[in-house]
């Protein structure tokens, strides 16, 4: 839904099918990668197919922290944003600091997108070891899918909130003359 609509769907609606479709999906993989990595962990016999283990395992933790700064503080940010947008709420009218810290959060996802190119750099550069000797391919490939998986997702995450969502937080800050 949000590949053809994104432009025109408003920002609350918006963010709530991106955690549908993105934020959900992406837990999910890194939930099914993060069992995979813990089997492999198990398994583990070689040094070189366990350094690739441990770096999956790094990738899908930073990832997971992704996410969850979306889920936890982000959304909640954008209900309330969204709450002072439709209430024609003014914050130049505002006694004191903004306790919503508009300019922070904003600039927290805008960080994590710089982190999550590196991530994404890092997911590219995570190829397989060559395991010709080892008695668990299959275990290595699935694991190496479900990275991969991992990444397009996290691809389409950033793209998403990139170009659509970072300007309509913006637009509705814009709206009510937020300010930190």
């Given amino acids: 839904m949000l590949r053809s609509e994104s432009k025109n769907i408003a920002l609350q609606p918006f963010v709530e099918i991106l955690d549908k479709e993105c934020y959900n999906t992406i837990e999910e993989l890194c939930q099914i990668a993060k069992k995979q990595a813990a089997k492999l962990n198990e398994l583990e016999v070689r040094h070189s197919t366990s350094q690739y283990v441990s770096l999956c395992s790094k990738l899908i933790e930073e990832i997971a922290n992704y996410i969850q700064f979306r889920k936890e503080q982000f959304i909640p940010y954008v209900q309330k944003l969204n709450e002072k947008d439709s209430n024609g709420h003014d914050c130049t009218n505002c006694s004191g600091p903004c306790n919503i810290q508009h300019e922070g959060l904003l600039m927290e996802l805008k960080d994590s997108h710089l982190h999550i190119k590196d991530t994404l750099y890092r997911l590219q550069m995570a190829v397989l070891p060559l395991y010709s000797e080892t008695i668990y391919p299959d275990v290595y490939r699935v694991l190496r ?34 300010r930190s």
Avoid: G
């Fill in 145 to 178: 899918n479900q990275m991969a998986l991992l990444e397009n997702n996290l691809t389409e995450l950033f793209f998403f909130e990139e170009n659509y969502l970072v300007p309509k937080v913006e637009e509705a800050q814009k709206n009510i003359h937020a």
